[in-house]
Structure formats: C-alpha cells, structure tokens
C-alpha cells in the first residue's frame, strides 16, 4: 500500500512569491493535515482538512491556505512569501477507525526561502 | 490534551533496550498516550498507542503505570536506525480527528 506522497520534494522561492505543496493521503484517508516544521523547532498544525472541509487551522496568518479535492488530495498554499516561512512542510492523512486513528505522515517538503 | 514531559536527550548502546519515558501526569481517563518518531528531516512515524494496558507491536512495547501517570517506550534492540526524535503525545479518543501538538520529545542516540 503507498503511503502519504508530496511533491515537491524541495523548492527554492523568493521572498514575496507563492507556493503550492501537494499530498496524496493514503488510499481509503479523509483526512489531511498539514505540519510546519522550521529548522531547530517542533512541529506546527497548519490546517485540518476533512471530507473536503476546512476543519481546523492553527495559529498561522491567513496567506496560509489551503484545499483539499473530492479524490481527498491537498494543496497548501502560502502567499507573500517571508523569510521566516522556510521549513519542512509535512503532510499527514488519517482513517477514523471506532474513534482511534493514527497520523501517517508523508516525507514532507522542504521549502527555502531566499 | 494532557501535558507530557520527556527527557530532552539520552543515549543507548546498540543492541541494548531503550527506555524512553514520559510523565503525564495530568491525564484523564479517556485519554490515549500515542509514541511517534521522527527520523532526521523525514515525517514522524507512527510507533504504537495504549489506554491502560501494556501494548506491543513489531517496533516496540509500551507500558503504562497503573495510574496512568506516565509511561515508557520500549524499543527492545536497538539498532544505529532507531536514532531519531521520539515523541509522547496524550489525546482524547473518539471525539474525532484532530491535529496532533508535538512537544520537543526525547532525542535517542544509539551508539555503535
């Protein structure tokens, strides 16, 4: 069975730019959450996308969104690029299974900010 | 979700078990306690979860205090691959699918 897939894997942008990330979630997953992870530090929820809803968001500005499509694939989008913005962006699906559910993460993507 | 606190770093030596534990002391009844890991710079893996009673998989054993105040993370052979960032995180079951709030977890470092 494949796992959580993103693309791309790195990307270079400059500061004032936009990006698009993709997922692909586990075959039979409706849900998809999306993970900042900025060098040195934790991770970060970004979005919470269920049954093709926005479900929940963190404590991340507006220029931070996303989608996610009828076949349960994401995109985040981030506007007006900032430095700060560079980091491992993770993605990870889940299946409700009687309340209890894992997060199975996909290999992320890198992003740079220049 | 509950609070959990883990050692920031330890070191085991190859072949050895490696005890990672968590405290989380301020735990509910209905609240499930989830290890993940993250190898460097790749998506945290999913280890193992357990209520009250001790769980096992093919990565690891989990056992949980009677009381359910803390917990250990039991990786029984340790190879050079299991170095990695472990993660103890405590959550409600059943009420959904929600995001998951990382902490700093436990750096392990198993030596040649």
């Known amino acids: 069975e494949a796992g959580v897939t993103q693309s791309p894997t790195h990307l270079i942008k400059t500061r004032g730019q936009q990006v698009t990330l993709r997922c692909s979630p586990i075959s039979g997953h409706t849900s998809v959450y999306w993970y900042q992870q900025a060098l040195g530090l934790g991770l970060q929820f970004l979005l919470w996308?269920?049954?093709?809803?926005?479900?929940n968001r963190g404590n991340f500005p507006p220029r931070f969104s996303g989608r996610q499509f009828p076949n349960y694939s994401s995109e985040l989008n981030v506007n007006a690029l900032e430095l700060e913005d560079s980091a491992l962006y993770l993605c990870a699906s889940s299946l409700v299974d009687r309340g209890l559910y894992e997060q199975y993460f996909g290999p992320g993507t890198r992003l740079t900010v220049t | 979700d509950a609070k959990t606190t883990q050692p920031p770093s330890m070191d085991c030596a190859e072949g050895r078990a490696a005890n990672l534990p968590c405290n989380h002391s301020t735990i509910s009844g209905n609240e499930y306690v989830y290890w993940y890991r993250q190898i460097h710079s790749q998506g945290p893996q999913y280890i193992i979860h357990?209520?009250?009673n001790n769980e096992t998989n093919e990565m690891a054993s989990l056992i949980i205090t009677e009381d359910r105040k803390s917990s250990t993370l039991i990786l029984p052979h340790a190879t050079l691959r299991d170095t990695a960032v472990y993660y103890c995180i405590v959550r409600v079951a059943g009420t959904g699918r929600r995001a998951l709030t990382f902490g700093s977890g436990t750096r392990l470092q198993v030596q040649p």
């Open positions: 357990g209520l009250k």
């Open positions: 996308y269920d049954e093709g809803e926005e479900r």
